[in-house]
């Protein structure tokens, strides 16, 4: 039985990409596929699909779309510096456990 790991990013997140192909890039968490360990990132690992014509699209033909990259691969962007941050969870006033930048303390929303 495999052991549920608790994922440190979530959907809507800022992310840079530390390794790969796409390194460098930033963009915002578009989903999160939890069983496979990956994220889809906006703009980020874009490969080349083949499609056939269909409703959405008549003509068929090659579209771009971003592929999925293994959250090893991506970091939290720090929401009050603007670099790459760890990330940690902490209890806040109310008792609710959130997630905290590593580097500035701030509270990641």
Known sequence: ME???KLKIRKGDLVKVIAGD???SQGKIVEVLVDKNRAIVEGANMVSKHTKPNAANPNGGIVKQEAAIHISNL???DPK???TTRVGRQKNDAGKLVR???K?????K
């Open 81 to 83: 510096t603007g670099n």
């Open 22 to 24: 796409s390194k460098g």
């Open 75 to 77: 970091m939290l962007v």
């Open 3 to 5: 052991k549920k790991v």
């Open 100 to 102: 905290v930048a590593k």
């Open 104 to 108: 500035s303390g701030e509270e990641i």
